[in-house]
């Protein structure tokens, strides 16, 4: 059977274009049973109906959409935990709004990490062109934290943890639920060849 795989998107006010170039990207991987969760913290609820609505998700290759909106802007974090806790599979692709993934890379990074050391926790996607310079061991791939932005997460061990701090209404949530992941005695890594 095809590995599992929970998509999970928080928006605020994405701009269409963008975000439908994320979705053809996630709706291209082949080989994985994809389920997308979208917490739409934006103002408007119209905006939740209309991303329904969006071709991209409502004829696409998903296995499930579940689309919510906030009410109100609950931040970054508590966004992805909200999607979280309605996901079931085994992985957790948490990935920004404005993020598009290249061909053949969530297969790639999906397969990684169920051949991977039970005890890493979490692969962080490569930002391309490069903003964020990464320090990373370059025999294990090992890094101090994973990035928000797109980093596939092993849901057992983002659960164990408690998944992002509630308190943390953005920035530096995903460093601090490194810290706690790493505390526990797990890894973390980066993938160069998953843009």
């Given at each position: 059977?095809?590995?599992?795989?929970?998509?999970?998107?928080?928006?605020?006010?994405?701009?269409?274009?963008?975000l439908?170039?994320?979705?053809?990207?996630?709706?291209?991987?082949?080989?994985?049973?994809?389920?997308?969760?979208v917490?739409?913290?934006?103002?408007?609820?119209?905006?939740?109906?209309?991303?329904?609505?969006?071709?991209?998700?409502?004829?696409?290759?998903?296995?499930?959409?579940?689309?919510?909106?906030?009410?109100?802007?609950?931040?970054?974090?508590?966004?992805?935990?909200?999607?979280a806790?309605?996901?079931?599979s085994?992985w957790l692709?948490?990935?920004n709004q404005?993020c598009?993934?290249?061909?053949?890379?969530?297969?790639?990074?999906?397969?990684?990490?169920?051949?991977?050391?039970?005890?890493?926790a979490?692969?962080?996607?490569?930002?391309?062109?490069?903003e964020?310079?990464k320090?990373?061991?370059?025999?294990?791939?090992?890094?101090?934290?994973?990035?928000g932005?797109?980093?596939?997460f092993?849901?057992e061990?983002?659960?164990?943890?408690?998944g992002?701090?509630?308190?943390?209404?953005?920035?530096?949530?995903?460093?601090?639920?490194?810290?706690?992941?790493?505390?526990?005695?797990?890894?973390?890594?980066?993938?160069?060849?998953?843009?």
């Amino acid at each position: 059977s095809m590995p599992a795989v929970d998509l999970s998107l928080v928006a605020y006010r994405p701009e269409p274009a963008m975000l439908a170039a994320l979705l053809e990207s996630l709706g291209a991987a082949r080989g994985l049973e994809r389920h997308l969760f979208v917490q739409d913290n934006g103002p408007d609820p119209a905006e939740t109906e209309a991303l329904r609505a969006m071709p991209e998700v409502a004829v696409g290759p998903f296995a499930s959409v579940d689309i919510v909106h906030s009410g109100t802007n609950l931040g970054f974090g508590r966004g992805h935990n909200a999607n979280a806790a309605r996901g079931r599979s085994p992985w957790l692709l948490v990935i920004n709004q404005d993020c598009v993934v290249e061909p053949g890379a969530l297969e790639r990074l999906v397969a990684i990490a169920e051949a991977d050391d039970p005890r890493v926790a979490a692969w962080e996607m490569r930002q391309v062109p490069y903003e964020h310079p990464k320090a990373y061991d370059p025999a294990t791939l090992d890094v101090p934290w994973v990035s928000g932005a797109a980093t596939l997460f092993r849901r057992e061990a983002f659960a164990a943890a408690g998944g992002f701090d509630d308190a943390i209404f953005m920035y530096g949530e995903d460093v601090d639920l490194s810290w706690r992941l790493r505390a526990r005695g797990h890894r973390l890594t980066y993938q160069p060849r998953c843009p």
